[in-house]
């Protein structure tokens, strides 16, 4: 069995996705958003990821104030791998400092599954309604606060079905600039990830991608066949997770003047360098067959990678 690594840029299901890997039986999962840069500055330099990322995977575990104490003191983490249990370690991580992590990965046999959506459309729209002023004045949310899911898991059962309610009922008119702002940025953080991830390949470390419309067909299919392509097959598969989708429609339909923002050159273009830059990585899962694009979704496929999940409008937030 191999280990892994998530890397991911936001609003790609990491937090489900990760949330159930470590149900699996044998899969150890020992922190959430813990190495992201500015948590991981709380107790390290940047520069001392690699010994971090040993640690972990040596281990199984993450514990700052321990792991200080054995590079203080310049001894190696005991390692916890017995053969006689075996177990995969992994997490989500947004990479940084990528040559000196590549380092540690590579010693470790990491693999890297980069989770991101073919549906850049559907991306952009989902990213644009919930950092609006119109969604955080209608449900109540903080500044700056563009993740609801979050909030719903504190919910009781009564209080998440009317809030999803009123999602439901949510539909906006979109400004053209402020919303070709926010394609712009999707493309300058993926491509970002991109970049890091092919130091990454560079350096010798196996990075493949993993599409959030595949794990969202169906969570127990994935989270199965990413295990056997980590060589860890198994025949049951926990598929419970306490994370809810916040839209359960798509988010591009709630866009009531969608068309004349599709009907932008700058967006198609935005959207084919967007498919450009996934598909610069071949996919860890085989490919599936998916149904066909309705003819209303159809017009956001253009730009798609060859190969890979329709980029048909579905419910993907």
Not at 213 to 236: H, T, V
Not at 249 to 262: S, T, Y
Request: glycine share 4%; with cysteine; hydrophobic share 40%.
């Amino acid at each position: 069995m191999k280990d892994f690594l998530i890397a991911y840029a936001g609003r790609e299901g990491s937090s489900a996705l990760i949330n159930l890997l470590g149900k699996q039986t044998g899969v150890v999962v020992p922190l959430f958003e813990d190495l992201d840069r500015q948590n991981f500055q709380e107790f390290f330099q940047p520069e001392e990821i690699a010994s971090v990322l040993d640690h972990i995977y040596l281990t199984g575990t993450y514990d700052p104030a321990e792991i200080r104490l054995l590079m203080a003191s310049k001894n190696s983490p005991p390692s916890l791998r017995e053969q006689s249990h075996p177990f995969m370690v992994g997490f989500k991580w947004r990479p940084f400092e990528e040559t000196k992590a590549a380092a540690a990965l590579r010693r470790h046999d990491v693999t890297v599954g980069y989770l991101c959506r073919c549906d850049f459309l559907e991306l952009v729209c989902s990213l644009y309604i919930t950092s609006s002023p119109e969604f955080a004045q209608q449900f109540n949310l903080n500044a700056g606060q563009r993740h609801p899911q979050f909030r719903m898991k504190r919910m009781t059962v009564e209080e998440r079905e009317t809030f999803l309610g009123k999602v439901d009922d949510l539909h906006m008119r979109v400004d053209q600039t402020s919303f070709l702002r926010q394609a712009r940025q999707v493309l300058k953080s993926r491509g970002q990830l991109a970049q890091r991830l092919i130091a990454f390949r560079s350096e010798g470390v196996t990075v493949r991608t993993l599409f959030y419309e595949d794990f969202l067909d169906s969570n127990e299919i994935f989270i199965g066949r990413l295990l056997a392509a980590l060589d860890s097959p198994r025949d049951k598969i926990a598929s419970a997770t306490r994370y809810t989708k916040v839209m359960r429609e798509p988010a591009a339909d709630k866009i009531v003047n969608l068309p004349d923002l599709l009907a932008t050159p700058e967006f198609e273009s935005l959207s084919q360098e967007y498919s450009a830059v996934v598909a610069q990585f071949d996919p860890l899962l085989p490919p599936r067959e998916h149904p066909a694009a309705s003819p209303t979704a159809a017009t956001t496929t253009a730009g798609a990678a060859p190969g890979k999940p329709s980029q048909q409008r579905r419910n993907t937030t």
